[in-house]
């Protein structure tokens, strides 16, 4: 039988058809490492939380690795730094998605940023962990792979009303926020909440954070009654003038609020130490120390890990660091347990959490619902009670 | 309450009476408004934290450092931002250029610095309470800065020749002063007087990087309102005005006060566009 030319070029392509069909996938496709992105303002203003959380991610990756890897594959963080700047987040999300071909993102740690990358990242069906507080980036019907592992505001706020209202037991707050769209978002919903629940707000204000003295608004809460101010800014120089001012009036009123109430730089600008007393900042139980200067014992356990490894512990919150290894943690069970690195598995196993034990919180997630921190592990701890990165719990804990 | 508004107020006004002052002395030798002037002062509370706190220089030190740092960046202003566009005055080109300059510093300042506020260490340790040295640092600096001026400018040699260049600068350059070199000299002077405010602010506002463009718009106000060029115009409106907004932050609160503020200085421009104590300018036809 002649054989043509033509024969020859449709057996050649049918062999090699049926061998790239046939033959396994090389074994290079399951040794390579499993990539996870992290968006990281490792540099500029908004840098200090993620310096925590890298520690963390760091400390997580190598432990994992060091321990052979997730089913025999190295862990490999690609972290892009972002700057805190939305604009520079977005290309990093974009580069890390179609160029470096990560499985997973860890990020945004801002909230600014991760309005700009979320979107982003749903249309990719990415799995997305991040720590950031505002609630519209959570919507499992718009995002279904974004989870959050931090509280969410509205979580600090009731973390905030509860314990005014039920452990200091006082019925008249005043609200103070800063001019932010945040400050002023935030004492709106704070006044709302605290009347809701009853209570009687008898002064709010949103002072600009420049305001040299603050004696006005302290005076004014002061005449309306006020029994505890609650207090939403970032602002440590603001803050700190509030407490110098309390001081000067002879007030012994508590301050309760946001976590920068907690800020180290604010023991440089308070006048005397004492004027820093009394104040109750958003903390954690995990990170929290009873008055006996004990941990829980968990987080005991990893601060002795973490001292081990020479993880610099002073200069950072355990917070950040705990939920940098809780990330990078729930990734690699995520793939674990799912058997693949494809996003839909990983989401599944993400959505399948209840009360998962991670080192910041104990996580829950479900189909419907991707705030994964639960309400009662917030507290308010003692705000210049700093050591190693936790602090005291505030009176009133058992 | 009467007595707090006293002493914040006019420890805020004297701050901006200072800024308004250097407005002034750089205009008067070469008319224009830099405003880079709040940013002077801002670095005036910056320079002196880290001379004295940062580096743990004696605060007499920390003070001429600090002074020689802002006079520098004064003459830079001028060589910078204000000698490219003086040819075309009438373009207004030098709001662009000084703006820019003004940007730069604050960016670079908070770049360095930091974007949080930072101590800023207590310098004589007199007074508590409303007779606290923060509140009355910036007005005795205001009056001795004052005096000094008027001393200059009356007593002096070189004085008398800033007054002569802002009198009529081709006049004064026909009788041979050197124009250039004075107009350096009158910014790094305006220099000195913006590190003074804010040095002597500095346990009031704290040693922050926002605190620029805050004076920039504050201190500006005294200008308007004292007339343009007028020191005396400036500090009274400073002190005014310092006065005005810590009543309307006892009055209305804090977020409102601004709003007053800012309707009162719209309403007496309204009504006397040359400033209180300006004079109205006849042009030539």
Known sequence: MAISRRDVLLGSAGVLGTAAFSLPKPAIAQSEPIKIGFLAAMTGPSSAPTIGFNRGVIFATDAINAAGGVKGRKLEIVTRDTQGDPTKAVNATQELISQAKVHAIWGPLNSGEALATTPIMARAKIPNIHPCVVESLIDPAKFPNAFRMAPSNSQWDDAVRGYCLTILRVKKVAVIGDTTGYGVTAVGASVAAFKKDGADVVYQANIDATQPDMTPDLLRAKNAGAEAIVVWSVTTGMEARMFNTRAAMNWDVPFVGHPSLASGEIAGLVEKPANWEKVYAIGYKSVSYDSAGKLPAKTQDLVDRLAKAKVAMNDTLLWWIAGGIDAVELFAKGIETSGSTEGPGIIAYLNSLSKYPGYFGDYTFTPTQHNGYPTDEIVMSEARSAKNGTFALAPGYT | ?285
């Open chain 2, 1 to 285: 309450m009467f007595a707090s508004i006293l002493a914040s107020g006019l420890a805020a006004g004297a701050i901006y009476a200072l800024v308004g002052v250097t407005y002034n002395t750089m205009f008067s030798t070469s008319r224009v408004m830099s405003f880079t002037a709040g940013q002077l002062a801002m670095l005036g509370g910056v320079f002196g934290s880290m001379f004295t706190l940062k580096l743990g220089m004696p605060v007499i030190v920390g003070f001429a450092l600090t002074l020689i740092g802002c006079a520098l960046i004064g003459i830079i202003t001028e060589f910078v931002a204000v000698r490219p566009v003086l040819k075309s005055l009438d373009q207004h080109l030098y709001v662009l250029s000084t703006l820019a300059l003004a940007l730069m510093i604050q960016q670079v300042a908070a770049i360095k610095w930091g974007t949080e506020p930072q101590p800023f260490p207590r310098l004589i340790g007199l007074g508590s309470g409303v007779f606290d040295e923060k509140f009355w640092l910036p007005v005795v600096a205001c009056a001795v800065t004052i005096i000094g001026l008027e001393y200059l400018y009356r007593r002096t040699l070189v004085g008398r020749a800033f007054l002569a260049i802002a009198e009529d600068n081709f006049a004064a350059r026909a009788l041979g002063l050197p124009e250039r070199n004075l107009r350096v000299a009158s910014y790094a002077l305006a220099g000195v007087i913006g590190g003074v405010a804010g040095f002597s602010g500095g346990e009031l506002l704290l040693a922050f990087f926002a605190n620029g463009a805050l004076l920039n718009f504050y201190g500006f106000v005294p200008v308007a309102l004292g007339g343009l060029g007028n020191n005396r115009g400036a500090i009274i409106g400073g002190l005014a005005l310092g006065l005005f907004q810590q009543a309307a932050n006892f009055l209305v609160g804090g977020i409102f006060s601004s709003v007053a503020v800012f309707t009162l200085f719209i309403v007496v421009l309204l009504a006397a566009p040359q400033g209180l104590f300006g004079a109205a300018t006849a042009r030539r036809v």
